[in-house]
């Protein structure tokens, strides 16, 4: 069974003026852990975690800082979870049009990447919506991938 090492909850309002604070508060937490996240993982982390804050800010609450997203992070010596919650309007997996990068430019739609863009950093990406309106996203990094 993997043990938790290290768990953090908070908020923060749904406004993109946040990422920042968002971004400072996953490298303190991360860099601080013995041993820390390698360089490209916590690189991976931030960036990943950055695109579904913001995702979630544009088109869960329309930019309504009243609002608030809800960021978890839990630390295994198996993972790093990271996991945004919010009651705005939920993303519909299955309405989700995939990025195609062998696309021609002028084939590709504008935006559309943060998807594609947290599957590839992400060991694993999940959607999930409960009864009670409250709507999370969990990115999980793996700490000790598996050699190919």
Known sequence: MTALQHH??????????????V???????LTSLTPPPSKDLLHNIVLAT??????????????????VVDVEIQVTTDYILIE????GTPFDPSS???????????????????VFIMEHLADQ??????????????LRFDQNPKSS
């Open 50 to 67: 950055d695109e579904l804050f913001t995702n979630t800010v544009k088109h869960a609450y329309q930019e309504d800082s009243k609002k």
């Open 23 to 29: 971004r400072a508060l996953l490298e303190s937490t």
């Open 84 to 87: 945004i919650r919010h009651t």
């Open 96 to 114: 989700y049009t995939p990025f195609d990068p062998d696309a021609s430019l002028e084939q590709r739609r504008t935006g559309g990447m943060g």
């Open 8 to 21: 953090l909850e908070t908020s923060f309002p749904a406004s993109r003026a946040h990422c920042s604070e």
């Open 125 to 138: 990406l999940e959607f999930e919506s409960n009864r009670s309106g409250e709507h999370r996203a969990t």
